[in-house]
Nanobody
């Protein structure tokens, strides 16, 4: 069974940094576009950053210049380096990826990891 497993969330003070990881598990042939989203309490899920297999990236304005997305194609893993964190960055962070398995390309979501930024 193919899954995305996030890690790296936690509690950090404003101005601090965290690095999230998201690894695909199961029988995955390769990964295409991988992305990060977040959802704060009472708000809709928000796009943060996206990276193609070739390494092209784009970011939401809210995180541009503070967050960096990267990936390891050999490990089917995507990362999100978050710097200069603000209290408004508090949310559950989700990874999303197009993964090839059993000859099919499907879209998957991770289970989410909590990030809490304290003042």
């Amino acid at each position: 069974q193919v899954q995305l497993v996030e890690s790296g969330g936690g509690l950090v003070q404003a101005g601090g940094s965290l690095r999230l990881s998201c690894a695909a598990s199961g029988t995955v042939s390769y990964s295409e576009t991988m992305a990060w989203f977040r959802q704060a309490p009472g708000k809709q899920r928000e796009f943060l950053a996206r990276i193609t297999r070739g390494g092209s990236t784009n970011y939401a304005d809210s995180v541009k210049g503070r967050f960096t997305i990267s990936r390891d194609n050999a490990k089917n893993t995507v990362y999100l380096q978050m710097n200069s964190l603000k209290t408004e960055d508090t949310a559950v962070y989700y990874c999303n990826a197009d993964l090839a398995s059993d000859g099919f390309l499907r879209n998957y979501w991770g289970q989410g990891t909590q990030v809490t930024v304290s003042s």
